[in-house]
């Protein structure tokens, strides 16, 4: 086989077939295709796009390309959760507990902030001493033990995706939904668990703007996860606001701390409790949602949910006290209120544009290098369809110092678009697209 003839059938919108696509992940993987081929290639599938049957082959070769986990077949069943990334979403950090105390075993690999999204190993790390760069051995030996772990991504899996996304980042072919699917599914089903739910978030702050494009992305994912044998449900859920009311690492962590208590914001708490939910009813551990939910509310109102946390924060070398008494993490040396311009209705809050901010004042990275300031960000005080008058708090900025928080407020007024008329939210979980 040659790449350039692969290159030319792409080109020219035709399918590769399983063969094909199998050569050139392995070849990739093994160094022997170069970097400027396999990018042509890619430039040909952003623009042809890829079948089912071919995004399918793409992501099984790259899940293959490297070290597989298995560890449905250590523990079963277990489950896997992943967002494709917002603003405030804190959403796997309450799940995993939440899943774990109801008796459903939680093995995942997250990753680290993506422009202006957050990432959960970010926030874990807000957590003094805790590790989340796991081998694979010890991975495994948590999930045993506890039945939760969340670590890092291991560069051992999947090492194809590893390649195929540094070359992607950097040659204008991220944003193609065959290839976003393939790569997220890679990891997934190298990881090997048994049921995974998927948070495919739309809006301003999400990498996909429509809810068309939302659905083009589930629905790729859960047929992946059909062919690879792993029973996979999307929820395709609103980022049109930042989730919640805190934007930055710790100040999500407690928030996370607060939805396991049965103290958190509504709209946050109701998704994780329904994500979480719907793990249980994925799983057989509950006949219905509303049987599911049931669980779910026993945790918290038992304090088993939070206990959880508490347990996989020190297995990974955290301080589970941090967890109890939320008030030793980590906190910003000052904080500032911005207060509402004027009186009306909150019509729309630019999430992206609020991610970038919180990144200015520390809480995320410009470049891969950069480090973090996890103390810094913000508690939104209000949200789409509230109503402010002039003079009331809008936004607690916590920030490193005097000029930082003032540098931001501009920019942050910038965010909110106001109405004199009353507004209607949009609807937090749009569909759920099941196998
Ligand atoms: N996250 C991934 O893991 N892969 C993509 O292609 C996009 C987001």
């Keep these: 086989m040659q790449i350039v003839e692969l290159i030319h059938k792409k080109r020219d919108g035709e399918a590769l077939s399983s063969e094909e696509i199998g050569w050139l992940v392995e070849q990739y993987t093994n160094d022997a295709i170069p970097d400027y081929q396999v990018a042509a290639w890619l430039m040909a599938v952003f623009w042809r796009g890829m079948d089912a049957r071919e995004t399918s082959d793409l992501t099984l070769a790259m899940a293959h390309s490297g070290e597989q986990l298995r560890v449905r077949e250590m523990v079963v069943p277990v489950v896997d959760k992943h967002s494709t990334g917002g603003v405030g979403d804190k ?7 939440l899943v774990a105390a109801c008796g459903v075993a939680v093995g995942k690999m997250s990753g680290r902030g993506l422009g202006h999204t957050g990432g959960t190993v970010d926030k874990l790390e807000s957590f003094q001493g805790l590790r989340t760069s796991l081998a694979s051995e010890e991975f495994l030996h948590i999930l045993q ?73 589930a629905v790729a994912m859960v047929e992946i996860g059909r062919v690879g044998g792993m029973h996979t449900v999307a929820a395709i859920t609103a980022m049109d606001q930042p989730l919640g009311r805190a934007v930055g690492n710790v100040l999500e962590v407690v928030e996370a701390i607060a939805i396991l208590r049965g103290e958190g914001p509504g709209d946050v708490s109701e998704l994780c409790y329904h994500e979480a939910a719907e793990l249980l009813v994925m799983t057989g551990k509950a006949r219905d949602q509303a049987e599911a939910e049931d669980l779910v509310a026993a945790a918290v109102r038992g304090g088993a949910a939070v206990a959880k946390f508490a347990e996989v924060i020190a297995a990974q070398g955290g301080d589970p006290r941090q967890v109890e008494r939320p008030e030793l993490l980590p906190a910003a040396p000052l904080r500032r209120m911005l207060t509402a311009p004027r009186s009306g209705y909150i019509a729309a809050m630019h999430a992206e544009r609020i991610g970038l901010a919180s990144m200015r004042l520390g809480a995320g990275r410009f470049k891969k290098d950069d480090a973090i300031d996890h103390r810094t960000g913000f508690i939104l005080q209000a949200r789409v369809g509230d109503y402010c008058h002039q003079g009331d708090p809008l936004v607690e900025i916590h920030a490193r110092n005097e000029d930082e928080a003032a540098a931001i407020q501009q920019e942050l007024l910038r965010c909110y678009t106001w109405s004199d008329e009353a507004v209607q939210p949009g609807p937090l979980i749009y569909e759920v697209i099941h196998p």
Excluded: C, W
């Design 145 to 217: 033990q506890h039945g939760i772990v969340i670590a890092g991504q291991s560069s051992q899996l999947a090492p194809a995706d590893g390649k195929m996304y540094a070359l992607r980042d950097v040659t204008g072919t991220v944003d193609s939904i065959p290839l976003i699917a393939a790569s997220i599914m890679s990891k997934k089903l190298a990881i090997g668990g048994s049921h995974l739910l998927l948070d495919v978030k739309v809006g301003s702050g999400a990498f996909m703007k429509t809810v068309e494009q939302a659905r083009e992305l």
């Design 91 to 97: 959403v796997t950090l309450a799940v995993a507990p």
